[in-house]
């Protein structure tokens, strides 16, 4: 079982910055490839990025390609989410998820095991 808490979110003007975070419990967190997705109101949750158990890996949506960053400590348990340059329509709740066996299909909710509550984050514009 693996529990997933993430903070960092809040409100943000247009181009400005925010790193969010997404703190495990368990030991085996580094066994675990990990997620952000967002959900904006009255939107479908959408994938936002990932990362390999390795850390060697990184995918990204198109929509946040060049502005944001997923980066991975595994001894703090701990998964990043970057985001620089930020525009109105990344305002969403930010959730992280674990998924538990292999690095593949990371772009697919259904393939995730674990998610936290979701921090919201609001850009202004």
């Known amino acids: 079982q693996v529990q997933l808490v993430e903070s960092g979110g809040g409100l943000v003007q247009a181009g400005g910055s925010l790193r969010l975070s997404c703190a495990a419990s368990?030991?085996?967190?580094?066994?675990?490839?990990m997620g952000w997705f967002r959900q904006a109101p009255g939107k479908e949750r959408e994938f936002v990025a990932a990362?390999?158990?390795?850390?060697?890996?990184?995918y990204y949506a198109d929509s946040v390609k060049g502005r944001f960053t997923i980066s991975r400590d595994n001894a703090k348990n701990t998964v990043y989410l970057q985001m620089n340059s930020l525009k109105p329509e990344d305002t969403a709740v930010y959730y992280c998820?674990?998924?538990?066996?292999?690095?593949?299909?990371?772009?697919?909710?259904?393939?995730?095991?674990?998610w936290g509550q979701g921090t919201q984050v609001t850009v202004s514009s």
């Open positions: 990362i390999s158990w390795s850390g060697d890996s990184t």
């Open positions: 368990g030991r085996t967190f580094s066994r675990y490839a």
């Open positions: 998820a674990a998924k538990e066996l292999g690095d593949y299909g990371l772009a697919l909710q259904y393939e995730y095991d674990y």
